[in-house]
C-alpha cells in the first residue's frame, strides 16, 4: 500500500508534469516574441509563463502558505512540548 505522502508527492508530480507538457515554447511569432502550445503569444519570459500557469492550476495562494506556516508552527510547538515532558521523565 503506498504511503498518503508518497501518493500526494505522485500526484502533485503528476499534475506539474501536465502543466509542463500543456505549455512547451511553440518558437518566435510575429512579433519575434515566444508563442506557448496553449496559444499565448508575446511571451518575452516564457519559464515565467509556465510557473504562472502551475501555480494558477494548482491554486496556490498565499493564504494556503501562511495556514502551513501556522500549521508548521503548531507542530514545532507540540514538538517541543513533548520533548520537554520526555526530558522531565528522565530526570
Same mark, same amino acid.
Given at each position: 500500500?503506498? &504511503?498518503?505522502?508518497?501518493?500526494?508527492?505522485?500526484?502533485? *508530480? %503528476? !499534475?506539474?508534469?501536465?502543466?509542463?507538457? @500543456?505549455?512547451?515554447?511553440?518558437?518566435?511569432?510575429?512579433?519575434?516574441?515566444?508563442?506557448?502550445?496553449?496559444?499565448?503569444?508575446?511571451?518575452? &519570459?516564457?519559464?515565467?509563463?509556465?510557473?504562472?500557469?502551475? *501555480? %494558477? !492550476?494548482?491554486?496556490?495562494?498565499?493564504? @494556503?502558505?501562511?495556514?502551513?506556516?501556522?500549521?508548521?508552527?503548531?507542530?514545532?510547538?507540540?514538538?517541543?512540548?513533548?520533548?520537554?515532558?520526555?526530558?522531565?521523565?528522565?530526570?
Amino acid at each position: 500500500m503506498i &504511503d498518503p505522502v508518497e501518493r500526494t508527492r505522485r500526484s502533485l *508530480v %503528476d !499534475r506539474i508534469r501536465g502543466i509542463i507538457d @500543456d505549455h512547451r515554447a511553440d518558437g518566435l511569432g510575429p512579433d519575434g516574441e515566444l508563442t506557448c502550445e496553449c496559444g499565448a503569444e508575446g511571451l518575452s &519570459d516564457h519559464s515565467r509563463h509556465l510557473a504562472e500557469q502551475i *501555480v %494558477d !492550476r494548482l491554486a496556490l495562494k498565499p493564504a @494556503d502558505l501562511d495556514e502551513v506556516k501556522k500549521r508548521f508552527r503548531y507542530t514545532s510547538a507540540w514538538f517541543d512540548w513533548e520533548l520537554t515532558k520526555l526530558e522531565g521523565a528522565e530526570c
